[in-house]
């Protein structure tokens, strides 16, 4: 078990845990009054999609680059 | 947000008439762009086919914005002094008090608008003209340097640096680049411009349509000497004189170029230089900038009396010495400081013999 | 010691909220918004020049850059998402007066804030020393990458000071539970910057 | 959505602070908008002087085809110092900076604006960064002219770093205002005072301080780049590294066409200000005024490649820029119509500030006129980087921008001084300065069609009739200007106390004394409609005490 396999494991199970903790938080916010809190949900949905961005980088299937011939 | 106790308005007879007299103001205005022969006037003759269709649009605009412009300040002009508060008005008097007048507002946004859209399909017209006109004949590459342009012919090594020859009537496609910084290629008589971007090869499609010379000139800022990067030409010739032109060249590049490395003032055979053509030469060629004066009488550079046997200024603007080879050496290569610029020889259109002749003339003034 | 202080400072905050506040904060609040949508323009404009660049006809990366890791940046966004999410709780808390719970989410935030930091320093150290990458020999690339990030970078910097400073007057309890407007200021200046880093990332990394 | 006087009190609008003593609390790091604005005004005018001299320096060059009155370096440098100082110094912080602090607040109702420290903080940048640029002059003052296109000015002399700071710097001093302002108009309106009942200078400064805060910001994003590219070598815009000349020109414009708009909306309120209060008359078509302006501010940020059409931008690129460009005519020609309009049938009083109003609707017309000709790409690919462009863009800006700003000082001295400005003087001025300006800038159209490209110091001997014309004119141009100032110094002394309301103008600052006090309302009023009905009583209520010698009621939230 290499370094690079244990950054991709982290990479996973933290999106995870970001955009589950995120979206959560988004529904529970959904109905809150306020200037900020439009604000507030623009920004946790967005931290939900940079969560399972970084998710699906870790799984491999975004950034999946081939190596580049020297 | 007409209310109820909103005034009738009514225009009075001094409206209609003033009215009538902008219309035939505007209409004479019209009928005068489209008959004054304005290009003709400015020097800028018409050298291929979509400079036609651009002063076509030109005299659109005009025609159309100066009848605007007409109505505007005729009626600005008008109100002015018919609605001027006169001494018999009591000191708190008020205009009709009108707030809008829908309908009116609705006729100058539509009109307006459909005028918009008018000019819209007209430039679109012309402007594809321009950009798709025929590109499958000649390719010139035309560069842009400090201070001066450089044409490359297609089969031909080398660069042309004095005039650009293109043949009337073959479609011309020509690359434009640059070599330092950012110039721009205008030639007025083509109304066609295109910036020279170093790193990025543009390109402009016409075809010649009048033989003549015109002027290229820069219109992009590019350093000390922008303002004097309007004197090479553009020169359009019959198809016999061109390829007079073009082989002439391409057997003379072959010479030039065999004989060219010498780049030092070393090549310059300063024994051979003549006084009388030397004063010649520096009265075309140099009196734009110097004087034949003192050295602190200052056109651009300085004055050139005794540059050679001034014991206050022993050196030239390099540093070198002042002597004769020096100073060819200056013509030769130009100079590029702190003082200030002056053009190389190729940009000046000097040969190795004008330089002699230009030392020999210095030379000989003290 | 500080959190205790942080729990005291949320009693006696009933009832004190008066018409001056209230339109203060509203103020306040606008302004800090525009203040936060100039400084997404002051992004916006440098990604574009990014994306403008890179797609100048060159190929990218350019000859003789490798990619990016990008396992590793994955991580470390995590990290810093990771932080926004705690940042999110921290504000949640101290509405409901749980003040306690809200000194260690700001406090988690700024840890995690500062591990961002530091996975930054090491792909710098990286790119720099390992890559022989700089932002003024490696062309567009350098340029791009290093201040984009570098500038972002900068954003999370002031940021963390700026959580800790909120952290420093909660527990000198300048805040109360009606009257806590710097807090909900750090909250979205700490969410602007996480957010930034969604597009920064998919853009460097993964496009 | 403003926020309404609450019942109880105890808000803003009842929150006035004690006015600081201190000579330098109060003139100097004032937060007082008032003060801040005459500052912005002050110092603006300080650097138009300079500007003047810099384009009297370049019109005397030009008086000869040979030039030879200073070097061509010199004359880069001056020319380039001379727009940068006129765009940067002059125009955008006398009408956002200087005009916007000093009127609108009065206007809508407020005490001060939403951040008055922020307003401090952004007037002191100004003048620091005007200093900057200055400076730049004794390290070699940059010479690419007031836009820097790389890679010229990558190579230019080391004063283009600080050229690029010190814009850096004014753009976040604007950046501030526009934020400020947005606040201020949005939250601090009193009570009753709708949008559609706001004067609609408050509209020119709402439209235009969006466009302060997100276009600057962009600037601020393309000078850092020059800047870093040419103090660290960071390859932005450098071909020969892999960068792109042509990515300046995009950074650039973002910001600098919907500058343009930053500096002629405001103007167009002055002149909405202007001319009903003189025509004793309603404004024509309020709504549709108030709503081309923002019109105009939006579709701004979509037309800037029209500056581009020779760079080599992408043939199907251009169209839209084009098009769009055009749409603008329509809410421009909407203003303008209306303005005239608002002429017909009124009681015009010739004062000095509604001569140059008048000004500013001819020259700004012919400005607006030329500018749809350079929006058609095939007669801009003819006429770009030619004289036909100074000559543009000097009718919007000096004809539009400027002749505004004369108009708004003569309109509001009296409200910043307590005096009047002599109309004796100010008339000649007015003629003078017309006469003078067209006189420069109106050869300028037929010598760019004739072939006279910009940015140079020396030109073809068929140029110089016209040249020496405008030369000469220009002198006229500067006497007109030299009366203004004296007017000034003048009745700043000696002019006609003006009272609370010289004008009969019915917006809010006329209906309290001149100078207002430091707390500008004892109540805040309450506004019942639109200000420019002239046959009904003024809309406003609570303004009873204004003029008489009542003290301000002690804040009730005061600590």
Redesign the interface.
């Known amino acids: 078990m290499n370094l690079?396999t244990i950054?991709?494991i982290?990479?996973v199970a933290?999106?995870i845990?970001?955009a589950v903790?995120?979206f959560y938080?988004l529904y529970k916010d959904w109905k809150t009054p306020g200037?900020?809190n439009n604000?507030?949900r623009l920004?946790?949905l967005?931290?939900g999609?940079?969560?399972v961005?970084?998710l699906l980088?870790?799984l491999g299937i975004?950034?999946?680059?081939p190596a580049?011939a020297a | 947000m007409v209310e109820k106790n909103a005034p009738a308005v009514r225009l009075g007879r001094g409206f209609w008439i003033v009215t009538a007299v902008l219309a035939i103001l505007a209409i004479a205005s019209i009928v005068f762009w489209y008959v004054a022969p304005i290009y003709r006037w400015m020097h800028l003759p018409v050298a291929i086919a979509t400079a036609k269709q651009v002063d076509q649009l030109s005299r659109f605009m005009l025609a159309t914005g100066s009848a605007l412009y007409i109505f505007v300040v005729g009626y600005i002009v008008y109100f002015a002094i018919a609605f001027r508060v006169r001494k018999s008005d009591p000191p708190d008097a008020i205009g009709i008090q009108i707030h809008d007048n829908h309908k009116l507002e609705f006729w100058w946004t539509v009109i307006p608008a459909a005028f918009v859209v008018l000019l819209s399909v007209l430039s679109i017209k012309i402007w594809y003209e321009i950009t798709l006109a025929p590109s499958n004949g000649l390719v010139v590459e035309a560069i842009g340097h400090k201070w001066y342009y450089t044409f490359r012919y297609p089969q031909v090594n080398g660069e042309i640096t004095n005039a650009m020859h293109l043949p009337i009537g073959v479609p011309v496609t020509l690359n434009l680049t640059s070599a330092d910084v950012i110039h721009s290629f205008w030639v007025p008589a083509m109304r066609l411009k295109n910036d020279m971007v170093p790193g990025l090869v543009t390109q402009i499609h016409f075809t010649p349509t009048r033989i003549g010379t015109y002027q290229i000139i820069c219109t992009q800022f590019c350093g000390i000497d922008h303002s004097l990067m309007h004197q090479q030409r553009f020169v359009i010739d019959s198809q016999a004189n061109y390829q007079k032109w073009y082989h002439a060249w391409q057997v003379k590049n072959a010479k030039v170029s065999n004989a060219l490395p010498s780049t030092s003032g070393a090549s310059v055979n300063l024994a051979a230089g003549d006084v009388a053509a030397g004063k010649a030469l520096f009265a075309q060629k140099c009196t734009a900038c110097h004087a034949m004066a003192p050295f602190t009488t200052v056109k651009y550079g300085p004055g050139l009396l005794d540059v050679l046997h001034d014991p206050t200024h022993p050196n030239l603007v390099n540093g070198q010495p002042a002597n004769p080879a020096d100073a060819a050496a200056i013509l030769e290569k130009g100079y590029t400081g702190t003082m200030g610029s002056m053009p190389n020889a190729v940009t000046n259109g000097l040969s190795s013999q004008d330089i002699a002749n230009l030392v020999a003339y210095l030379n000989s003034m003290k | 010691m500080a959190v205790a202080s942080i729990t005291q400072g949320g009693h006696d905050s009933h009832g004190e909220i008066d018409q001056l506040y209230i339109e203060t904060r509203e103020l306040r609040l606008q302004g800090f918004l525009l203040f936060l949508v100039s400084d997404c323009v002051l992004f916006s404009s440098f990604i574009f020049a990014y994306l403008y660049l890179r797609n100048s006809g060159q190929g990218w990366p350019p000859a003789g850059i490798n990619r990016l890791d990008v396992a590793f940046a994955a991580v470390n966004s995590v990290v810093l998402f990771g932080s926004g999410a705690t940042m999110h709780y921290a504000l949640e808390n101290w509405k409901h007066g749980n003040f306690m719970k809200f000194a260690w989410m700001l406090i988690f935030t700024i840890v995690l804030g500062v591990g961002f930091l530091c996975g930054q320093g090491y792909e710098y150290t990286n790119l720099i020393f390992h890559d022989h990458v700089s932002w003024w020999g490696s062309g567009i690339f350098g340029a791009s990458f290093f201040t984009l990030t570098g500038m972002h970078g900068f954003h999370v910097f002031v940021g963390v000071c700026y959580l800790t400073v909120l952290l420093l007057q909660s527990a000198g309890g300048v805040y109360t539970k009606d009257k806590y407007f710097g807090l909900t200021a750090g909250t979205l200046y700490w969410h602007f910057v996480d957010v930034i880093w969604v597009v920064l990332f998919s853009i460097f990394y993964l496009l | 959505m403003a926020i309404a006087a609450a019942p109880h009190g105890g808000g803003i609008a009842d929150h006035i602070h004690p006015e600081p003593q201190s000579f330098v609390r109060r003139y100097v790091f004032s937060i007082d908008h008032k003060i801040i604005g005459i500052q912005y005004i002050i110092t603006g005018f300080v650097f138009f002087v300079l500007a003047g001299l810099l384009a009297e320096t370049i019109r005397i060059q030009l008086m000869h085809a040979n030039g030879g009155f200073v070097s061509p370096q010199t004359y880069n440098e001056v020319y380039s110092i001379h727009g940068s100082t006129m765009v940067w110094l002059v125009v955008i912080p006398l009408l956002t900076g200087g005009f916007g602090n000093l009127v609108f607040p009065l206007q809508i109702g407020a005490r001060d604006v939403a951040f008055p420290w922020l307003n401090m903080l952004s007037y002191w940048i100004f003048p620091i960064a005007g200093l900057m640029l200055f400076s730049s002059f004794l390290m070699g003052a940059p010479t690419a002219g007031w836009t820097e296109y790389p890679p010229i000015s990558l190579e230019g002399q080391a004063g283009t770093s600080m050229w690029a700071a010190a814009i850096f710097l004014v753009g976040v001093s604007s950046t501030l205002t526009g934020i400020n302002f947005v606040v201020t108009i949005m939250k601090m309106r009193a009570p009753g005072m709708t949008f559609t009942r706001m004067p609609l200078f408050c509209w020119g400064q709402f439209a235009t301080a969006p466009l302060l805060m997100i276009a600057t910001t962009a600037l601020a994003a393309a000078l850092a780049a020059l800047f870093m590219e040419r103090q660290f070598g960071v390859p932005f815009f450098d071909p020969t590294k892999g960068g792109s000349p042509v990515l300046w020109q995009h950074m650039f414009w973002f910001y600098s066409h919907p500058a343009v708009y930053i500096m002629i909306l405001p103007a167009f309120g002055i002149v909405s200000e202007v001319l009903p209060t003189f025509s004793r008359k309603p404004i024509f078509g309020y709504k549709l005024i108030a709503f081309s302006s923002m019109a105009i501010a939006l579709a701004g940020f979509m037309v800037w490649a029209h500056h581009m059409f020779t760079s080599g931008l992408a043939p199907y690129l251009q169209l839209p820029f084009m098009v769009i460009t055009f749409v603008i005519a329509v809410p421009t020609g909407i203003k303008i119509f209306s303005w005239t309009a608002t002429l017909w049938g009124g009681k015009i009083h010739y004062t000095t500030a509604m001569l140059f109003a008048m000004g500013f609707l001819v020259l700004f017309t012919l400005g607006g006129i030329t500018g749809i000709f350079l929006a058609a790409i095939p007669f801009d690919l003819h006429l770009h980087g030619t004289y036909f462009v100074v000559a543009h863009f000097h009718y919007v800006l000096v004809g539009g921008s400027l002749m505004g700003i004369f108009s708004g000082m003569y309109y509001w001295f009296p409200k910043m001084s307590g005096r009047l400005l002599s109309e004796k003087l100010g008339k000649w001025h007015f003629w003078l300065f017309f006469i003078g300006f067209n006189g420069t800038f109106l050869p300028m159209h037929w010598l760019g069609l004739e072939g006279m490209p910009r940015w140079v110091s020396t030109y073809d001997p068929q140029f110089q009739f016209w040249n020496q014309f405008a030369s000469i004119s220009s002198f006229v141009m500067t006497a007109g200007i030299l009366l203004f100032f004296a007017n000034i110094l003048y009745s700043i002394r000696f002019g006609k106390v003006a009272g609370a309301n010289p004008w009969g103008a019915r917006t809010l600052e006329w209906q309290i004394p001149s100078p207002p006090h430091y707390y500008n309302f004892k109540h805040i009023p309450t506004v019942y409609g639109l200000p420019y009905d002239f046959s009904q009583p003024l809309p406003y209520r609570g303004l009873e005490d204004e003029l008489n010698d009542t003290p301000p009621p002690v804040a009730a939230g005061a600590h």
Do not use: Q, W, Y
């Open positions: 690079v950054e991709h982290v990479a933290g999106g845990v970001v903790v995120a938080a200037v900020e604000v507030f920004m946790l967005l931290l999609v940079g969560a961005i970084a980088a870790g975004l950034g999946n680059f580049k």
